[in-house]
C-alpha cells in the first residue's frame, strides 16, 4: 500500500505508512519534523510506535546533525537469519527440545555473559584499540555499564526484552535459524553518555526544543566526532555479535539435528544505526529507529512476534521511504499493559507449536502485545518484496 496519511503542520511533512498509529506517536513525528535541520520530509514505517524522544519505526534524514535518541538506546541493534540444508522431514519435537536446552546453555541470554574461560576473545580484540581511545578521551563512558559487566564477555551473547533466538521453518519446510540482537550494554553505556551530553550541549547553548530527547550534535561541534566515533563503533560490535552468536547456534544444532549446511547467504542487518547517504539531491545521516534499508535488491529481515511469521524481503528502493522499511511487527501496548492484561495461559495458546518460554517471565512479549505482522506487510508492499516466510519451531529469549 502507498502512504496512509500525511502531516504537515511542520517546517516538512510526515509521510505515514499506516492508518494503525496513536496520537503521541503523530506527536512525536510532528516534532521531528519542526526540527530545523530535518531533510525534505520524515517517513514513519507501518511499525511505528511511541520511543524516547523519535519514534521507534521513524526514518530522519538530517543536515548536518544527528540526534543521539533517535538512533536509539541500542546502537545496531538488528537481525540475522540463514537458511539450512535440512527440511522439517529431519527434525522432530524431541530433538528440538534439545537445541533448545542447548542454546540457551551455550548464549548467554538477559543480563548474563559469557565466563571468562569462554570469551570469544578473537571476535573482541579487534575492537579493544578503539574503545581505549573513546574512553581514554571520555572516561565517564562506562559509568553505566555496569559494575560487573565486561564488554568483552558480553560479545556473542543475546541480551534482553525483545531480543530471542528462533529456529524456523520457511513456506517450503526448510529450516532456518534467525536472531535478534545488537550491541549489548556496551552500546546502551555508550547511547546513555552521549544522549546525556547532546542534553548538556543544548542547554549550554540555550537551544529549546520541543523535547529534550531531541538534543543533537551539530557537525563542527566538539562532540559530534566523537559520537560517531562511537556510535560506528557500537554499530560494528552488534554486527560482529550476531555473526558470533550465529556460529555458536549453529554449532548446538549440530550437536543434535542431522548433518547440514548453510545453503543461502547470511542476511545481516542493524535496524537501529545511522549511516551517510544521498537522498533527494543531498548527502544527509539518515537515522533508521526501528527501520531497515531498502534499497532496490537489499536483502532484510523483518520478523513477526514469537507466535507469529516472519519474513526475509528484498528491498524495492522507494525514496519516499529513504530506501527504508519496517523492522518488525511493533508494539501495540507496553510491556506494562501486557503483563496486566494477558496470562501465562494466553500465552501458553498465543505460542502454541512452539518450543519456548511461557512463563509469567516472558508476558510482555505475548504475540496479543504486537501489531498484527500481516498487515505490516500489507501496507509496505510499496517498499519491500516478500522472499521467504519464516515460521518459528524453537525460540529462546532473552
Not at 506527536?27 to 520511543?51: C, K, R, T, Y
Not at 547456534?249 to 545481516?268: K, M
Not at 531497515?292 to 507466535?307: C, Y
Request: proline share 4%.
Amino acid at each position: 500500500m502507498p502512504i496512509r496519511e500525511v502531516i504537515t503542520s511542520q517546517r516538512v511533512p510526515v509521510k505515514i505508512w499506516t492508518n494503525d498509529v496513536d496520537e503521541r506517536s503523530k506527536e512525536q513525528l510532528s516534532n521531528i519534523a519542526s526540527l530545523p535541520f530535518i531533510h525534505h520530509h520524515v517517513a514513519a514505517m507501518p511499525d511505528v510506535h511511541l520511543g524516547i524522544g523519535a519514534t521507534i519505526g521513524s526514518v530522519v534524514a538530517t543536515h548536518k546533525a544527528i540526534i543521539p535518541a533517535a538512533v536509539g538506546v541500542d546502537i545496531g541493534c538488528g537481525m540475522v537469519a540463514c537458511r539450512l540444508s535440512i527440511t522439517a522431514n529431519d527434525i522432530e519435537e524431541k530433538s528440538l527440545k534439545k537445541v533448545f536446552d542447548q542454546i540457551s546453555r551455550d548464549v548467554p541470554v538477559g543480563r548474563a555473559q559469557h565466563r571468562d574461560e569462554r570469551v570469544l576473545i578473537d571476535a573482541a580484540r579487534p575492537f579493544e584499540a578503539r574503545l581505549d581511545a573513546m574512553t581514554a578521551k571520555h572516561p565517564e563512558l562506562l559509568k553505566s555499564f555496569g559494575r560487573f559487566s565486561k564488554w568483552v564477555n558480553q560479545m556473542g551473547t543475546l541480551g534482553g526484552g525483545n531480543h530471542f533466538i528462533e529456529v524456523c521453518l520457511d513456506e517450503s519446510s526448510q529450516v532456518w535459524i534467525m536472531l535478534h540482537s545488537g550491541s549489548r550494554g556496551i552500546g546502551n553505556a555508550m547511547a546513555d553518555y552521549f544522549i546525556k551530553l547532546a542534553k548538556r550541549d543544548m542547554e549550554q547553548w540555550m537551544i529549546h526544543l520541543p523535547d529534550q530527547n531531541l538534543a543533537y550534535f551539530p557537525e563542527g561541534c566538539e562532540h559530534f566526532d566523537d559520537y560517531v566515533e562511537a556510535v560506528t563503533w557500537a554499530q560494528e560490535y552488534a554486527f560482529k555479535n550476531r555473526q558470533c552468536m550465529v556460529d555458536l547456534v549453529l554449532a548446538a544444532l549440530a550437536r543434535h539435528l542431522p548433518a547440514f549446511e548453510v545453503t543461502s547467504e547470511v542476511v545481516n542487518c542493524h535496524h537501529n544505526y545511522v549511516a551517510q547517504e544521498h537522498h533527494y539531491g543531498a548527502n544527509v545521516w539518515v537515522t533508521r529507529k526501528g527501520a531497515i534499508r531498502a534499497r532496490e535488491g537489499d536483502l532484510g529481515i523483518i520478523p513477526g512476534s514469537m507466535g507469529a511469521r516472519s519474513f526475509i524481503v528484498r528491498g524495492k528502493g522507494n525514496p519516499e521511504s529513504f530506501n527504508s522499511s519496517a523492522h518488525g511487527a511493533g508494539r501495540r501496548m507496553s510491556r506494562t499493559a501486557a503483563e496486566k492484561l494477558f496470562t501465562e495461559a494466553d500465552m501458553v495458546q498465543q505460542t502454541e507449536g512452539v518450543i519456548c518460554r511461557k512463563d509469567k517471565g516472558v508476558v510482555d512479549e505475548i504475540p496479543g502485545a504486537y501489531k498484527d505482522i500481516d498487515q505490516v506487510m500489507e501496507n509496505q508492499s510499496d517498499l519491500t518484496d516478500i522472499l521467504h516466510t519464516l515460521k518459528q519451531v524453537v525460540c529462546v529469549k532473552g
